[in-house]
């Protein structure tokens, strides 16, 4: 009897974590092919083979559906921004490769970026229950938290000035992202794509400039591999002190 309980629940958790699958994987095909706006918890039920009440089991609305794929999305980055072996290069190297990283998330995950960075308003993510709110924030602050560990490195060696490393992650990040998402936008009208990413390589080398100490000189930007020559590049999150 208690054999045929325990398989009895397993069997019923199972069925759960298929159905929330299930509504993720349908959520994310049609958030990708017509937005957020374009999107309805109807559609999302339909496409998964559900009833609409049924979404209602996991999700408690629509946006909850959508940060969660924004959060599948910004583990992504987080796993390929923990590729790189960031103790073991320069500080001008770390910043190429950063950069390198994200111009290459906005181009083989563009849905993703456009989600996570363009359509995932504080409003959306209000909308959702604390669990899926903290997922979200705490990715996307392990993010952000890459560049400004960087930024401390630069400061304790001397490369940069004294200066808020959120802050500056926060300004550096937001400038590469904004220019990504002009691409994404129509912008291509009046610069081609990759017009636009060499533009974030040399804004972002802009402000890196900026942020050195007074008389220091700048260094040249690192190929587009990364390997040494120095560089400067990066992506964004919103600034999230712990």
């Not at 759960?16 to 706006?37: C, M, V, W």
Request: net charge neutral.
């Amino acid at each position: 009897m208690r054999g045929e309980m325990a398989g009895g629940a397993a069997g019923r958790q199972s069925r759960d974590k298929n159905r929330r699958e299930a509504f993720l994987e349908a959520a994310r095909r049609l958030f990708f092919d017509s937005g957020y706006r374009g999107t309805s918890i109807q559609q999302i039920a339909a496409e998964a083979g559900y009833s609409k009440r049924a979404v209602y089991l996991d999700y408690q609305n629509k946006d909850e559906l959508f940060i969660s794929v924004c959060a599948e999305g910004l583990a992504l980055l987080l796993a390929k921004l923990r590729e790189v072996p960031w103790q073991e290069i320069t500080v001008e190297s770390c910043v190429a490769r950063f950069l390198e990283v994200y111009i290459d998330f906005s181009r083989d995950h563009p849905e993703e970026f456009r989600m996570i960075f363009s359509e995932a308003t504080p409003a959306i993510i209000a909308n959702c229950s604390p669990p899926i709110r903290s997922r979200v924030a705490e990715l996307e602050r392990q993010c952000l938290e890459v560049v400004v560990r960087l930024i401390e490195r630069a400061v304790r060696e001397g490369i940069l000035q004294e200066i808020d490393p959120w802050e500056a992650a926060g300004i550096i990040v937001g400038s590469a992202t904004g220019i990504i998402l002009l691409s994404m936008g129509g912008s291509q009208t009046v610069f081609s794509r990759e017009t636009l990413e060499s533009l974030v390589t040399r804004a972002i080398w802009t402000l890196w400039r900026g942020l050195k100490p007074e008389g220091s000189g700048l260094a040249r930007p690192a190929n587009r591999r990364g390997h040494d020559r120095s560089a400067s590049h990066l992506p964004r999150s919103a600034r999230a002190h712990p």
